[in-house]
């Protein structure tokens, strides 16, 4: 089923308002899932749903949770999100951010203790719509569901990485990725869409490899390997130490969690204008994109920039509709279902065909 952008953001909405969330949480949730879906992400899409309807049932997700000045020293920032919903406690951080390294040049920001932030690709895009270059390190407590390299026992989370760098009358490039070879969501499309997963990206509970998706989902579950060997793993690492650790927040050093998906995030957030070197970043980096997917005739290769694929399925897909496989759309009317809605555009969704 291909389901059009703005239908599946007003089912999203009208869900969400309909557990209780304001108009305004619950529009900012559904512009987030949406753009991970337009943006070819369908991990951090709507099919995060059912797992965000456990988190709140099971009191992970607060729906309306204040997001709390811990300390405020003008350009570093600590808010504690209390679990509050990650579409919008990432959104207002990214705010003040925004604001104070306009005023300050720089601003570092620790948000610790939200719900899941989603795609963390979504706040380097904030902040460079804004104009600003961003770094992005990201904990995730949940699970442990990713094995250090050199083991097979899972010790940490998919823990993310986002850089964001704006161009002057073009789209900005976006590093954005988890740490693990595939995000855990990525696994979850898989199993959804009936697939098989790719070489070394999961081992079975006994540490064994497999390319099947569901050895992620038995008790015990499968372990998700790092991407790039010791080089990932080290940047998990530094993502739990600078994202969590490093800001008060809670990191992932047992193997006990609940339903929740907590992250914490520190963002590092730049303007090169107050730097003074504005003109001669945005010179530079033309440069260096050009020369990065400069080949020859030898070698005629296609090389994207990181931003560039989600830009083109978000064209196709603003287009052609968000494809929605019958698994994921089941999974989400049920968990609906299963806190006692009724009558939503989600289960209307499984009527069409
Ligand atoms: P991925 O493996 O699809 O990599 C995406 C990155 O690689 C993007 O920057 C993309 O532009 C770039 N890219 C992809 N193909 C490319 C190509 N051919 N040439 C050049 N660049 C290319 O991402 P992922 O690891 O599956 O992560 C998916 C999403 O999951 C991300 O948005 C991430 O932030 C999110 N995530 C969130 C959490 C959380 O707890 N909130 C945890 C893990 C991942």
């Not at 209390?82 to 925004?98: D, K, N, S």
């Not at 005023?103 to 989603?118: P, T």
């Not at 390997?225 to 530094?238: C, R, V």
């Not at 049920?334 to 555009?345: F, H, T, V, Y």
Request: overall charge negative.
């Amino acid at each position: 089923m291909q389901v059009d952008a703005d239908v599946l953001r007003a089912a999203v909405v009208e869900l969400f308002v309909a557990l209780g969330a304001s108009e305004e949480t619950a529009a900012l949730i559904g512009v987030h899932l949406v753009e991970a879906n337009l943006r070819g992400h369908d991990s951090h899409g709507v099919g995060v749903v059912p797992m965000y309807l456990a988190s709140l049932k099971a009191g992970g997700m607060m729906l309306e949770s204040e997001l709390r000045l811990v300390s405020d020293m003008g350009g570093m920032i600590i808010f504690d999100a209390q679990r509050g919903v990650g579409q919008v406690t990432g959104h207002r951080a990214m705010e003040l951010g925004i604001e104070r390294a306009k005023d300050h040049g720089s601003a570092i920001i620790g948000l610790r203790n939200s719900h899941h932030l989603g795609r963390i690709g979504h706040w380097a895009e904030q902040c460079a719509a804004a104009g600003l270059v961003s770094v992005h390190f990201v904990n995730v407590v949940a699970g442990p569901f990713v094995a250090p390299f050199g083991g097979t026992r899972a010790r940490l989370g998919t823990n993310p990485f986002a850089a964001g760098f704006p161009r002057a009358g073009a789209e900005p490039v976006i590093v954005d990725f988890a740490t693990s070879t595939l995000a855990m969501g990525k696994v979850r499309v898989y199993r959804n869409e009936g697939r098989t997963l790719p070489d070394n990206a999961l081992l079975t509970a006994e540490g064994l490899p497999t390319n099947d998706p569901n050895e992620l989902f038995t008790t015990p579950p499968g372990v998700l390997t790092p991407f790039g060997q010791h080089k990932g793993s080290g940047l998990a690492l530094a993502c739990e130490l600078l994202g969590a650790a490093l800001l008060g927040g809670e990191t992932q050093h047992d193997g006990t969690s609940d339903p929740a998906v907590i992250n914490s995030m520190l963002s590092i957030i730049v303007s090169p204008e107050r730097m003074g070197t504005l003109e001669a970043f945005g010179g530079e980096m033309a440069q260096v994109l050009a020369w990065m997917q400069s080949e020859n005739n030898d070698h005629p290769g296609r090389v994207l920039l990181p931003g560039e694929p989600e830009l083109a399925t978000r064209r196709q897909r603003l287009d052609e509709g968000i494809p929605l496989d019958p698994t994921t759309l089941g999974q989400i009317v049920a968990s609906a279902e299963g806190l006692g809605l009724s009558d939503l555009q989600f289960q209307r969704l499984t009527q069409v065909n």
